[in-house]
């Protein structure tokens, strides 16, 4: 059985969302996928708008992800290895960054293979929250 995971805020979930769900759904047969707790969200210097109970539940809903669980930090190797997942879903907004290339190798190491999709162009929940704003 192949697992696959990933992992966000999912804040304001939108179609961006749901195509990287959709995506690495169909490349494994266990999709896991870590929500980020409001804490690791402030943490990060941003503030989510829907609550963590709520992001939760509304990804747990899709019917591309078999299993959702709480992200507390950033470590996603560790959190790969507890699920015995073989493969890590990101977006390819990360491609090729240090970070990420140091992730690969990393990752590589453990059996894991990162997979990059293509970045939903035109949305992200920081527009759609900048738009909210906007209309107050």
């Known amino acids: ?32 996928v870590g929500v980020s707790v409001d804490e690791l969200v402030n943490y990060k210097g941003k503030k989510a708008i829907i609550p963590f109970e709520e992001r939760l539940e509304i990804v747990r809903s899709c019917k591309y992800v078999d299993a959702v669980v709480p992200q507390y930090d950033m ?38 293979k990162i997979i990059y999709f293509p970045y939903t ?8 929250a900048k738009a909210l704003e906007s209309l107050h």
């Open 75 to 112: 470590d996603k190797l560790k959190v790969c290895k507890e699920l015995g997942a073989s493969m890590m879903f990101v977006g390819d907004d990360w491609y090729g960054t240090e970070k990420w290339n140091n992730y690969e190798e990393e990752f590589a190491r453990e059996g894991i």
């Open 121 to 128: 162009k035109g949305v992200s929940s920081t527009k759609i």
């Open 1 to 32: 059985m192949i697992i696959g995971y990933t992992a966000g805020v999912y804040d304001l979930f939108h179609i961006g969302h749901l195509n990287l769900l959709k995506n690495a759904k169909s490349m494994c047969d266990k999709l896991v």
